[in-house]
Each structure stands twice: as C-alpha cells, then as structure tokens.
C-alpha cells in the first residue's frame, strides 16, 4: 500500500472498550491488484458480547453529558477525519478500489454527517402538549434510545459509517459497529480518530469477523436497542427478523433498482452527464446507481449516441493511477453478476454497444458496458447489477415509463429529465421512491433524508429527520395537585 503520512492510522484490530485487541489473521486485499494490504481480528460471538456490555455501561455517563459537549467531542472527530483526509482515502481506495479522487470526495461526504450532527445534537427537543385535564400537563421528551448496532457494507467503507455512527453518538447513544469484511481498515482508522478525539471508552466499538456470529448477538442482545443495517435486501430481511425476538427497532437501507427516465423534452446534454454520474459512480456499485435508463422514442437514438461516446471515454484502471475514474469491481462474485446480467440480456435480444466484457487489465476490472434493445423480461430490469452496465430502454408514454419504473419492490432512487415544469411534478408525484433526482442524477447529502420505500427500508439517514431514528418519546404526564 502507499506509505500514510500518519501510519498509526492503519489499525488491524478490534476497538472494544477503548482497546485495540485480537490477533490480526483475517487478509484484507486490494481489488485493484490482490495485494495483501493488512490482517484484520476474526472476532465472534463472545467478543460482540463484549462490545455490547462496553457500550451498554458507556451509555447512561454519555447519554447523560450535555448536547453541547456530546457535540464538541463530534467536532473533534469532524476536524481530525479532515486533517487526515488524504490517508483516509489511500486507506479507502486500496482496500476498497474506487479512484482516489472519488475517495477523497467520500471521505468529505463522511465528514459531513459527523460535523452536521456535531450541531445538531444540541436541537434534538421535547414538547410540551395542551393537556386533557386543567390540572395536567403533558411532557413529551426524546431520549437516545440506548445501544446501537451498526452494520455496514463496503461500498462507502467511511460515510455508510459517519451517517450511522454521527447521528447515534449525537443523540446520547452508544454504538457497535460490524464493518464489512472487504473494507475493515477504513472503518478502523475513523476509530482511532474517534479515540483521539476524546470518546469515553465504549462509546464507540469496532469488531470485525464472523458477519453471522456477530450479527446474531446484534440482533439478540437484550441491551442492543437499535440495529441500524446498509446492504443487501436478503441480509436486511434476516437481520429483521432476528431482531423480532427481542422487539428491537429496525432501521434499514436496503438494496434499489433505480430508474433514470429521459423524456423528449430533457437537455440531452445535461441528461447524458448526470446519467454517467449516477450510473458509473463507484463503478455501479452504490444503491442509488442508476440501474435502467428509460429513454423516450424520439430522443432516444441521440441520447444512446451521446452516451457511448462519453462511456468510451472512461478511463480504467488503479484507482492511484492518473485520470483514471473506473476502479475494479469489489470482488469476483460482483464480476460474476454483471457477466451474468450481460449475458441474460443477449440471450434475450439486447444489442452491446460498448464493452460487455472484463478488461484487458484483469483482476476484476470490467469495462464499461452499454446495452440498448433491452425490455422488462430480462434480469437488468429486473435486479440490481451493480456494475458499470447501462441498460437502455425505449419507451413512448409517460404512463407506460411510469408504470415500469415502479414495477420493482424496491424504491429508493428514481430520477427523470424534463424542462417541463408540470410534468416535472406529476411524474415526481407519481414515482414511489423515497428519492428522486429531477434533472440532477446526484442527490446525496448530509442535509436530505436518504432512505428508501418497499423493500428498500424503512429509515432515513440525513438532515434532522436522521438523528430522531436514534431516540425514543418519552411522554410524562404531570398532575398538578
Ligand atoms: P453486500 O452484498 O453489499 O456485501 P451484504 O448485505 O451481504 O451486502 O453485507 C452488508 C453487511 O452485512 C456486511 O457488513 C456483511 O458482513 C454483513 N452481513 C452479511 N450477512 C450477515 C448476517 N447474516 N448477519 C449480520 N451481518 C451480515
């Protein structure tokens, strides 16, 4: 790996209680060429014991500190993750792939949630409601909720952490967090920064190895108030359902199927530029990608024509290498699956415009592909490719592109072009998606609730709306005697 400025920052253990333990023998590679960059602990059951009862003593003396000094001490944390952005994103480009300056962008974007709820601790308040009786008053307090799981996936190995973990520590919670064993190093350095920065011992926990061994203590542990999960909709599911037994809060941002609609009257050019942004961001690979682009009849061979130039012109390689803005896929199951969908979709009639294949530099690079002739009845539309492949759909009516846009039991994403100003509401209306882009193909920020409908979760992340997650109403009803 390149050298860090700062290289106590590459921690390879498990931060339980204020303590870095565990034997380091899980490898931890780099997609980009398989090097082995570090060994991370493969820690189980007994240890996410641990870590719960760390956290659950941490909770009363944290929960009870004012929010302006919960907030201070997130401050810090927002000020050290920026002073050491640059070896955060070489920490976060190798062990994960995407190129450095997207790295970078993300470590800024991580940041965001962190400094944001640094302030916004101090604005969680109560009510005071009209009461029912003259002699009564009612009290109505929002309390953190208690300990908080966190598992998180690879595909943003630092912000998919801060959003959780910023808001959480925020509130007056105390938090474990399971970080996906593809990308453990970056989520081990932001605690280390979190240590620096002055968080009690068991505020925050950091444990990584066996997902379903640990995952069933998260989900089990009578202390653990809320798990806050980002990954797939299979895991999502699961992890629900362990959670039944104990009656704990759920709050989940699963996996999308996200539309891109071009309709006649779009700026193409403006349509082309965010499509490459939504699609081929992180190589395809986060949950608001675009996943079917759904151009109109009379625009659609100019726009197809647009984007195959733009497409061809993305550059691939290691993410540290120079121009470069396509990294490798995670691993070779995700090669497997965009190969998959490619080949679905052939089999069934789609044409390949553009790559289609792994490239030349190997590991598990794959080039960036567009397909056009595509229709419903094959796995593009159907399934989250998470990959640099986009499919492109022809369609006539709005009624026909909405309605195929919402054929999907997912709906986190969906964004459209039009510059017309009626359609630009009705068809918003009419998308049942907890998101939507409208001439923009990115919207996240710390400032908006991200968060999904139907099968794609039932949380919100972000903005004032994201720290209310991690506490409970406490109503008090007061007699005046
Ligand atoms: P992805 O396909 O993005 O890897 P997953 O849903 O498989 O998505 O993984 C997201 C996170 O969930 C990772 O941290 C992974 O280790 C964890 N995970 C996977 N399966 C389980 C499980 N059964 N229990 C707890 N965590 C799990």
């Not at 956290?55 to 002073?83: M, N, S, V, Y």
């Not at 790295?103 to 916004?120: P, Q």
């Not at 009209?130 to 996936?153: C, E, K, N, S, W």
């Not at 001439?439 to 139907?454: D, Y």
Request: proline share 4%; glycine share 10%; net charge negative.
């Amino acid at each position: 790996m390149r050298t860090l400025t700062d290289p106590t920052l590459l921690r390879t253990q498990s931060l339980i209680n204020g303590q870095f333990i565990g034997e380091a023998t899980t490898a931890v590679l780099n997609p980009a060429n398989g090097e082995l960059i570090a060994k991370v602990p493969h820690h189980g059951a007994a240890e996410a014991t641990e870590a719960v009862a760390a956290a659950q003593a941490a909770f009363h003396p944290w929960a009870a500190r004012t929010a302006k000094d919960r907030g201070a001490t997130l401050r810090k944390w927002f000020e050290l993750i920026i002073a050491n952005r640059d070896d955060l994103a070489t920490i976060l480009t190798s062990e994960q792939g995407k190129p450095f300056a997207e790295a970078l962008g993300e470590i800024d974007y991580a940041a965001s949630y962190v400094e944001f709820y640094a302030e916004e601790a101090k604005r969680i308040a109560g009510e005071l409601l009209p009461a029912h009786r003259a002699d009564a008053r009612i009290m109505v307090l929002r309390q953190p909720i208690g300990v908080v799981a966190a598992i998180t996936p690879w595909n943003f190995p630092a912000a998919m952490i801060t959003r959780k973990v910023g808001p959480a520590l925020a509130a007056g919670c105390t938090v474990v967090l399971k970080p996906a064993p593809e990308t453990p190093l970056t989520a081990f350095a932001l605690a280390e920064l979190a240590q620096r920065a002055g968080f009690p011992a068991g505020t925050l926990n950091v444990i990584t190895g066996d997902a379903i061994a640990i995952g069933g203590v998260l989900t089990s542990h009578p202390k653990v108030r809320l798990v806050s999960f980002t990954g797939s909709t299979n895991v999502g599911r699961i992890l629900m359902g362990q959670a039944a037994g104990t009656v704990k809060k759920v709050a989940l941002e699963l996996g999308g199927n996200a539309p891109f609609i071009v309709f006649e009257d779009a700026d193409l050019d403006a349509a082309v530029d965010g499509a490459i942004l939504s699609k081929f961001r992180n190589m395809g690979q986060t949950c608001v990608c675009t996943n079917r682009i759904y151009v109109q009849d009379k625009v659609h061979d100019a726009f197809v024509a647009k984007l195959i130039e733009r497409v061809r012109a993305l550059q691939v390689g290691d993410g540290f290498a120079d121009g470069v803005v396509q990294g490798p896929l995670i691993t070779e199951e995700a090669v497997a699956k965009v190969q998959s969908h490619v080949a679905d979709a052939l089999a069934k009639g789609a044409r390949v415009e553009l790559g289609g294949k792994r490239h030349g530099l190997g590991q598990t690079f794959f080039e960036p592909t567009v397909l056009t002739g595509v229709n419903a009845t094959m796995l593009v539309a159907n399934e989250e490719t998470f990959g640099p492949l986009a499919p492109v759909f022809r369609f006539t009516e709005e009624d026909e592109v909405i309605a195929a846009a919402n054929d999907t039991e997912t709906g986190l994403a969906a964004y459209f072009y039009t510059q017309n100003v009626s359609r630009m509401f009705s068809v918003m209306e009419r998308l049942e998606y907890g998101m939507v882009g409208v001439n923009t193909g990115v919207i996240s920020t710390e400032l908006a609730p991200f968060g999904g409908v139907k099968q794609s979760g039932n949380s919100r992340e972000g903005s004032h709306h994201g720290i209310l997650e991690f506490t409970e109403l406490k109503y008090t009803c007061v007699g005046l005697i």
